[in-house]
């Protein structure tokens, strides 16, 4: 694997390496921390996971983290699960994202883009403000520490405003975007309780106006805990009864009160695919996220006050929470709410030269997709100020790397191409951009800044250059502090730490090469991944088999060598049953109203039956394993299925498919 692309696709250049963030935190850690001054970015690296405490102390310092009360260490208990962070500091993670506002008040703090592509700013001072006003209403609302406040929202400044209005009173944000169906929001949102609903009427996407009422009527019905509903007109409805005006609840001239809380105090919650039952409901702190974010978009991103930061993400996905953090450093945030291709496939890099965008991230498949649909992003659109393209959510394939490269390259630019990755898990990345390093084609640049990334073998040995599960050896400070409702921590144990104890298996097969960059190969579990959306085939299954036709089913997503992605659904029917034209329609149709239309599958396939495990479980990824060509005494133990007839049908499958 090392040797497979030994020369690099870009180099930066001296000037830039000189000029980058991580290379002054390097010289100023080297002077105030011991850390090593020269050897680049690989001595920094080694430095920052043997010496983890000072690490991250050295962060915390460079980027000015204000402790209200100090801490009595870095490290309390740094066993995993359950590592102790910063033990005694009080701090706000709100009150950093708006530090910028009392130097560069009437400066964008927020570019509003829809599907008009007209950018529409949102002050430091107006952003300020409106968290200030929105903040004194929460608690005259009640709202205290802990309390869960949750938004049904699309990408729009409102959600950025209740996110930060709601950190700043110490209570715990959720949000999903409105494109969920009401199953997919309450199986989230009802584990949480939250005490306020902060929802659309509606949403723009593709041209369409899409309606929410009724959705949002039944959120309010099944969610017995909300106190308060504020309704935000986007679409012009009136207000439904019973419910507040966003509008009047931030027209106040109110200076923000900054609720400090510990440092592992609950920020936010987010959620896992929900493979097996329900989503997990992920609980990452507001120190924890401060510091991480602060070292991803700061050292890593490369991120400043100078800059414009453009991620093509929804409200439903943890890169929505990733790019609000940009404000901790002082950039510019750009928030686009609309489709991806709309009007045209280019229109994302349209949105990134009309907000002069120096960051802009996007999925691997949108690229891909620019790439299939010939468009030229560089030649068409004034791309200058792009200084960085980076892209998540699968692998972006060596063909989107060498397309991205040329088509910049054709103008004159000197791209950085970043690819990451990370998870909703920790809300960030563990390999991926680093501005000193080259890039070569198909590899992340390195693990990233105090994470020990490895690489293991079932024996649980680092291997290098050789296929392995992606590991990580050390605590991260955003790592989940717990899991909702899960009271003995059994459930956050069995995701992470059951396969080798004290060690975070993340799911996913990774090549750690001998030069030091990372290889991503896709899930090395059930869990699907469209877009950079993880989705449970749980979901899917209680959807599908409502129908009375459908005896059981079982989806599948398949890592394309392409960089495409196949997600089948396979379903053995009831008796008499046939799959007609009428019956493949219903099934796509429960299942885009139900979940959401990412959902819905690319085919629907009959087949023989279901195989499980011998108690019960269908079996996912052996069947994963089959499609991508493993062959069958590879893909799985054979006394472990009830039937292994029903493999070879897959195995033939696979066969006919290449």
């Not at 936010?268 to 989503?279: A, D, I, R």
């Not at 393209?389 to 989107?400: I, N, Q, Y």
């Not at 990580?472 to 956050?492: E, K, L, Q």
């Not at 190969?521 to 877009?531: A, C, E, K, V, W």
Request: aromatic share 10%.
């Amino acid at each position: 694997m090392s040797s497979a692309n030994p020369q690099p696709l870009w180099q930066p250049d001296p000037q830039r390496i000189a000029q980058a963030r991580i290379t002054r935190f390097q010289s100023w850690a080297a002077e105030h921390h011991q850390a090593p001054a020269d050897g680049g970015y690989p001595a920094l690296h080694r430095w920052s996971v043997d010496h983890l405490d000072t690490f991250w102390e050295a962060v915390a310092e460079y980027f000015d983290v204000r402790f209200s009360s100090p801490y009595a260490r870095v490290l309390g208990d740094r066993a995993m699960p359950g590592a102790e962070w910063f033990p005694g500091a009080r701090l706000n993670y709100a009150e950093h994202a708006l530090r910028a506002a009392a130097t560069r008040a009437d400066e964008p703090a927020l570019l509003y883009v829809d599907e008009t592509h007209e950018p529409r700013p949102v002050s430091w001072a107006e952003l300020r403000r409106q968290v200030g006003s929105l903040a004194a209403e929460l608690r005259a609302l009640g709202v205290r520490p802990g309390d869960r406040v949750s938004g049904y929202l699309p990408n729009v400044p409102q959600a950025v405003v209740a996110l930060l209005a709601s950190a700043a009173v110490g209570a715990v944000w959720t949000s999903c975007a409105p494109d969920f169906g009401a199953r997919s929001v309450l199986d989230r949102f009802q584990q949480v309780e939250p005490v306020v609903l902060f929802t659309v009427d509606g949403y723009r996407y593709g041209g369409k106006e899409h309606d929410r009422g009724e959705i949002v009527a039944e959120l309010r019905r099944e969610l017995p805990t909300l106190r308060a509903v504020v309704h935000i007109p986007l679409l012009g409805t009136p207000a439904p009864e019973d419910t507040l005006e966003w509008s009047a609840l931030t027209a106040a001239d109110t200076e923000p009160e900054f609720e400090q809380v510990p440092f592992d105090h609950p920020l936010w919650v987010l959620y896992s695919s929900g493979t097996t039952g329900l989503p997990k409901a992920i609980v990452q702190s507001q120190g924890g996220i401060l510091v991480e974010h602060l070292k991803q978009l700061g050292l890593h991103c490369d991120l400043g006050p100078e800059d414009r930061f453009f991620w093509y993400t929804s409200t439903g996905w943890m890169m929505w929470n990733f790019l609000v953090s940009g404000l901790l450093t002082g950039t510019t945030i750009v928030l686009y709410d609309g489709s991806p291709g709309y009007p045209d496939t280019g229109a994302q890099w349209r949105v990134a030269e009309r907000t002069g965008a120096t960051l802009y991230g996007t999925s691997a498949a949108y690229v891909m997709a620019c790439r299939k649909a010939g468009v030229h992003p560089a030649r068409d659109h004034d791309l200058s100020r792009v200084k960085c393209v980076a892209t998540t959510g699968s692998p972006l394939p060596p063909d989107g790397f060498r397309w991205l490269h040329d088509e910049f390259a054709a103008s004159g630019a000197d791209l950085w191409i970043a690819s990451v990755s990370g998870g909703t898990d920790v809300c960030s990345c563990f390999a991926g951009a680093v501005p000193t390093l080259p890039v070569h084609t198909g590899e992340l640049q390195a693990p990233g800044l105090g994470t020990d990334l490895q690489a293991w073998d079932p024996a649980g040995h680092p291997v290098i250059d050789e296929v392995g599960e992606l590991v990580v050896t050390n605590p991260m400070p955003s790592m989940p502090i717990r899991f909702w409702n899960d009271p003995d921590g059994s459930r956050y144990h069995e995701s992470y730490f059951d396969t080798y104890p004290g060690v975070w298996r993340h799911g996913d097969w990774i090549t750690v090469t001998s030069r030091g960059t990372v290889i991503i190969h896709g899930r090395s579990d059930s869990t699907l991944n469209r877009q950079g959306v993880r989705m449970g085939s749980a979901d899917i299954y209680e959807v599908v088999e409502r129908l009375p036709e459908i005896k059981e089913s079982l989806v599948i997503g398949v890592e394309q060598p392409d960089g495409g992605y196949w997600m089948p659904l396979f379903v053995h029917l009831a008796p008499g049953a046939v799959l007609d034209e009428a019956l493949l329609s219903r099934i796509k149709q429960a299942i885009r109203e139900q979940l959401s239309p990412r959902h819905v599958p690319d085919e629907v396939i009959e087949v023989p039956g279901v195989p499980h495990t011998l108690t019960g479980k269908r079996i996912e990824v052996p069947v994963k394993r089959l499609l991508q060509g493993a062959p069958l005494e590879k893909a799985v133990n054979p006394g472990s299925i009830d039937n292994l007839d029903l493999l070879t049908y897959f195995e033939d499958l696979a066969r006919k498919r290449a």
